[in-house]
T-cell receptor
């Protein structure tokens, strides 16, 4: 089955700086890569996703890149704000539809 | 409209007891998923229901775990003879069609503690 690894496990950034989270996956058949944000005590929510026919996607301050050859994808948050503090999960799924999640990255934005 | 709801929000039980966790998906969503989230870990897939198809139970960790979905809507996850390692947050999610490219909407979860 699919195995998703996520790094780093924790990330502390100064407000206004950028944050980058990287994930790798094992199954070359995977073709859908969503990112979820989970604030403390709340449910995960989709913030951005990318499909295998696209190399990059951007939505305001967040962007995701995908390198299918290397089987890795990354989340970039620019101009970080305190409300960006949360746990971020990457995930991958292929023809079997099941999402395999990374272990999560706890992002702390320092004021 | 209403999102995915789960009950109870918290459940404390003694080792060896059975528990039932409930999930009410978003109305009209045909796909329903159960995940388990242990402390500091990612989301572990448990089971998937899509319409009238046979559920995918490949993620259930043991035969003590079972789930059903009645009338294509509400789902119940049952854990028999609970063990301490079952302690986790159990999350339910639903999506409009199932399969790829359909956003999964998560419920608030049920925090299960087995003493």
């Amino acid at each position: 089955g699919e195995n998703v690894e996520q790094h780093p496990s924790t990330l502390s950034v100064q407000e206004g700086d950028s944050a980058v989270i990287k994930c790798t996956y094992s199954d070359s058949a995977s073709n859908y890569f969503p990112w979820y944000k989970q604030e403390l005590g709340k449910r995960p929510q989709l913030i951005i996703d990318i499909r295998s026919n696209v190399g990059e996607k951007k939505d305001q301050r967040i962007a995701v890149t995908l390198n299918k050859t290397a089987k890795h994808f990354s989340l970039h948050i620019t101009e970080t704000q305190p409300e960006d503090s949360a746990v971020y999960f990457c995930a991958a799924s292929g023809p079997d539809y099941k999402l395999s999640f990374g272990a999560g990255t706890t992002v702390t934005v320092r004021a | 409209g209403a999102g995915v709801s789960q009950s109870p929000s918290n459940k404390v039980t003694e080792k060896g007891k059975d528990v039932e966790l409930r999930c009410d998906p978003i109305s009209g969503h045909t796909a329903l998923y159960w995940y388990r989230q242990s402390l500091g870990q990612g989301l572990e897939f448990l089971i998937y229901f899509q319409g009238n198809s046979a559920p995918d139970k490949s993620g259930l960790p043991s035969d003590r775990f079972s789930a059903e979905r009645t009338g294509g809507s509400v789902s119940t996850l049952t854990i028999q003879r609970t063990q301490q390692e079952d302690s986790a947050v159990y999350l339910c999610a639903s999506s409009s069609q199932g399969g790829l490219y359909n956003e999964q909407f998560f419920g608030p979860g049920t925090r299960l503690t087995v003493l």
